[in-house]
T-cell receptor
């Protein structure tokens, strides 16, 4: 099946710094990518929908200025957590939609720990 | 917007028995219903999906049923095995390119 690569898998940062997470579709083009946040033992919470070449669509309650999403190409979307705080610590997962089937493929996830 | 409810939140089943997880959705316009399996610390993986033009789909030990009238769909796993232990998420979306809304997940334990 299609492969989505997410990097880094783990990141530890200090409060106030920014962290960028990359999501790449390796063998297909993804016009639409999604970013989720997952708290321990909880479901995937959709943060935003990322469309190539346009601004991301954020879900209600998600701060646009805090979680910057860029989808500059058909194979890459990035999530930047700006001025990170301990409450931003979480598991962030991206997914990419394969245009030919509509199937959703997930990245491996990135565990962010903010000290 | 769409809301997906999933039950139960935890399910323990004896190895070899069947497991059933149920979901309901709120928006009658939803027409795509995938199920994902997530093992601890790993990414969710699609295990089966169904579209609103069919009522049932089966793939070996896994089957999904859809009742559009009741806005209800279920995952059935037969002859459960230890490797079936994981968290299962149901989801719904309105069309192929639309966002997918997930249920809260069911933690399935297969007992030896």
């Amino acid at each position: 099946g299609a492969v989505v690569s997410q990097h880094p898998s783990r990141v530890i940062c200090k409060s106030g710094t920014s962290v960028k997470i990359e999501c790449r579709s390796l063998d297909f083009q993804a016009t639409t990518m999604f970013w989720y946040r997952q708290f321990p033992k909880q479901s995937l919470m959709l943060m935003a929908t990322s469309n190539e070449g346009s601004k991301a669509t954020y879900e209600q309650g998600v701060e646009k200025d805090k979680f910057l999403i860029n989808h500059a190409s058909l194979t890459l979307s990035t999530l930047t957590v700006t001025s990170a705080h301990p409450e931003d610590s979480s598991f962030y997962i991206c997914s990419a939609m394969a245009g030919y089937t509509g199937e959703l493929f997930f990245g491996e996830g990135s565990r962010l720990t903010v000290l | 917007g769409e809301n997906v409810e999933q039950h139960p939140s935890t399910l323990s089943v004896q190895e070899g028995d069947s497991a059933v997880i149920k979901c309901t959705y709120s928006d009658s316009a939803s027409n795509y219903f995938p199920w994902y399996k997530q093992e601890l610390g790993k990414r969710p993986q699609l295990i089966i999906d169904i579209r609103s033009n069919v009522g049932e789909k089966k793939d070996q030990r896994i089957a999904v049923t859809l009742n559009k009238t009741a806005k209800h769909f279920s995952l059935h796993i037969t002859e459960t095995q230890p490797e079936d232990s994981a968290v299962y998420f149901c989801a719904a979306s309105m069309n192929r390119d639309d966002k997918i809304i997930f249920g809260k997940g069911t933690r399935l334990h297969i007992l030896p």
